[in-house]
């Protein structure tokens, strides 16, 4: 079946322009993840999203991030007033629900976010 | 604090070799789970094998094996007869039973050459 699907796959976009990056999870799965990969680092946790419950927004870097998750579905990341340290990878990853070894997270394969 | 330690930056191999990642971790939970994800060029994050914390057969998924000491709270990724399509770079990954939140080591980058 279809995996995470991402867009843009790249974006390239002037400092101080907002930005939204699109995330369609695997059909099914209820758990949605947001990451940031900055340049050969690792991952770093964004947000956390399961079914109805209320987001687990403790890894936003600043109020300039937000996402939302809409009809349990597609989450859209937003970035406001985009600074050059914004620039990064950002992943999206789902699995069925809770961390299990059979629920693993499947990632999309990413956006990658240049601020000039 | 939970905590993954990939201690190798960089390493690279011969193809057809065996080359071994180290990845520590420390916790003070009992059941867990460990995973090695491989990120090749491409960007996509690919999960490369898992281990349930309260089993303690290696996981094994054809050329990759794990070699998990849950008491020295260590889970290493053995590849065997490396080929150049393993080139990427390996996330070593920890999640507490029954939590969402993901703990990810700074990736080793592999490189196989010819």
């Known amino acids: 079946g279809a995996g995470v699907s991402q867009s843009p796959s790249n974006k390239v976009t002037e400092k101080g322009k907002d930005v939204e990056l699109r995330c369609d999870p695997i059909?099914?799965?209820?758990?949605l993840y947001w990451y940031r990969q900055s340049l050969g680092q690792g991952l770093e946790f964004l947000i956390y999203?399961?079914?109805?419950?209320?987001?687990?927004k403790s890894g936003l870097p600043s109020d300039r991030f937000s996402a939302e998750r809409t009809g349990g579905s597609v989450s859209t990341l937003t970035i406001q007033r985009t600074q050059q340290e914004d620039s990064a990878v950002y992943l999206c990853?789902?699995?069925?629900?809770?961390?299990?070894?059979?629920?693993?997270?499947?990632f999309g394969d990413g956006t990658r976010l240049s601020i000039l | 604090a939970q905590t993954v330690t990939q201690s190798q930056p960089e390493m690279s191999v011969q193809e057809a070799e065996t080359v071994t990642l180290s990845c520590t971790y420390d916790?003070?939970?009992?059941?867990?789970?460990l995973f090695w994800y491989k990120q090749p060029p491409s960007r996509q994050m690919i999960l490369v094998i898992r281990?349930?914390?309260?089993?303690?057969q290696n996981a094994t998924e054809n050329r990759f094996s794990v070699n998990f000491q849950k008491a020295a709270k260590s889970f290493s990724l053995k590849i065997s007869d490396s080929q150049l399509g393993d080139t990427a770079m390996y996330f070593c990954?920890?999640?507490?039973?029954?939590?969402?939140?993901?703990?990810f080591g700074t990736g080793t980058r592999l490189k196989v050459l010819a």
């Open positions: 916790t003070s939970e009992n059941n867990y789970y």
């Open positions: 059909s099914g799965h209820t758990a």
């Open positions: 281990q349930e914390a309260y089993k303690q």
């Open positions: 999203f399961q079914g109805n419950s209320a987001p687990d």
């Open positions: 990954a920890f999640t507490p039973s029954g939590t969402y939140k993901y703990i």
């Open positions: 990853a789902s699995s069925l629900g809770t961390a299990r070894a059979d629920q693993p997270q499947h």
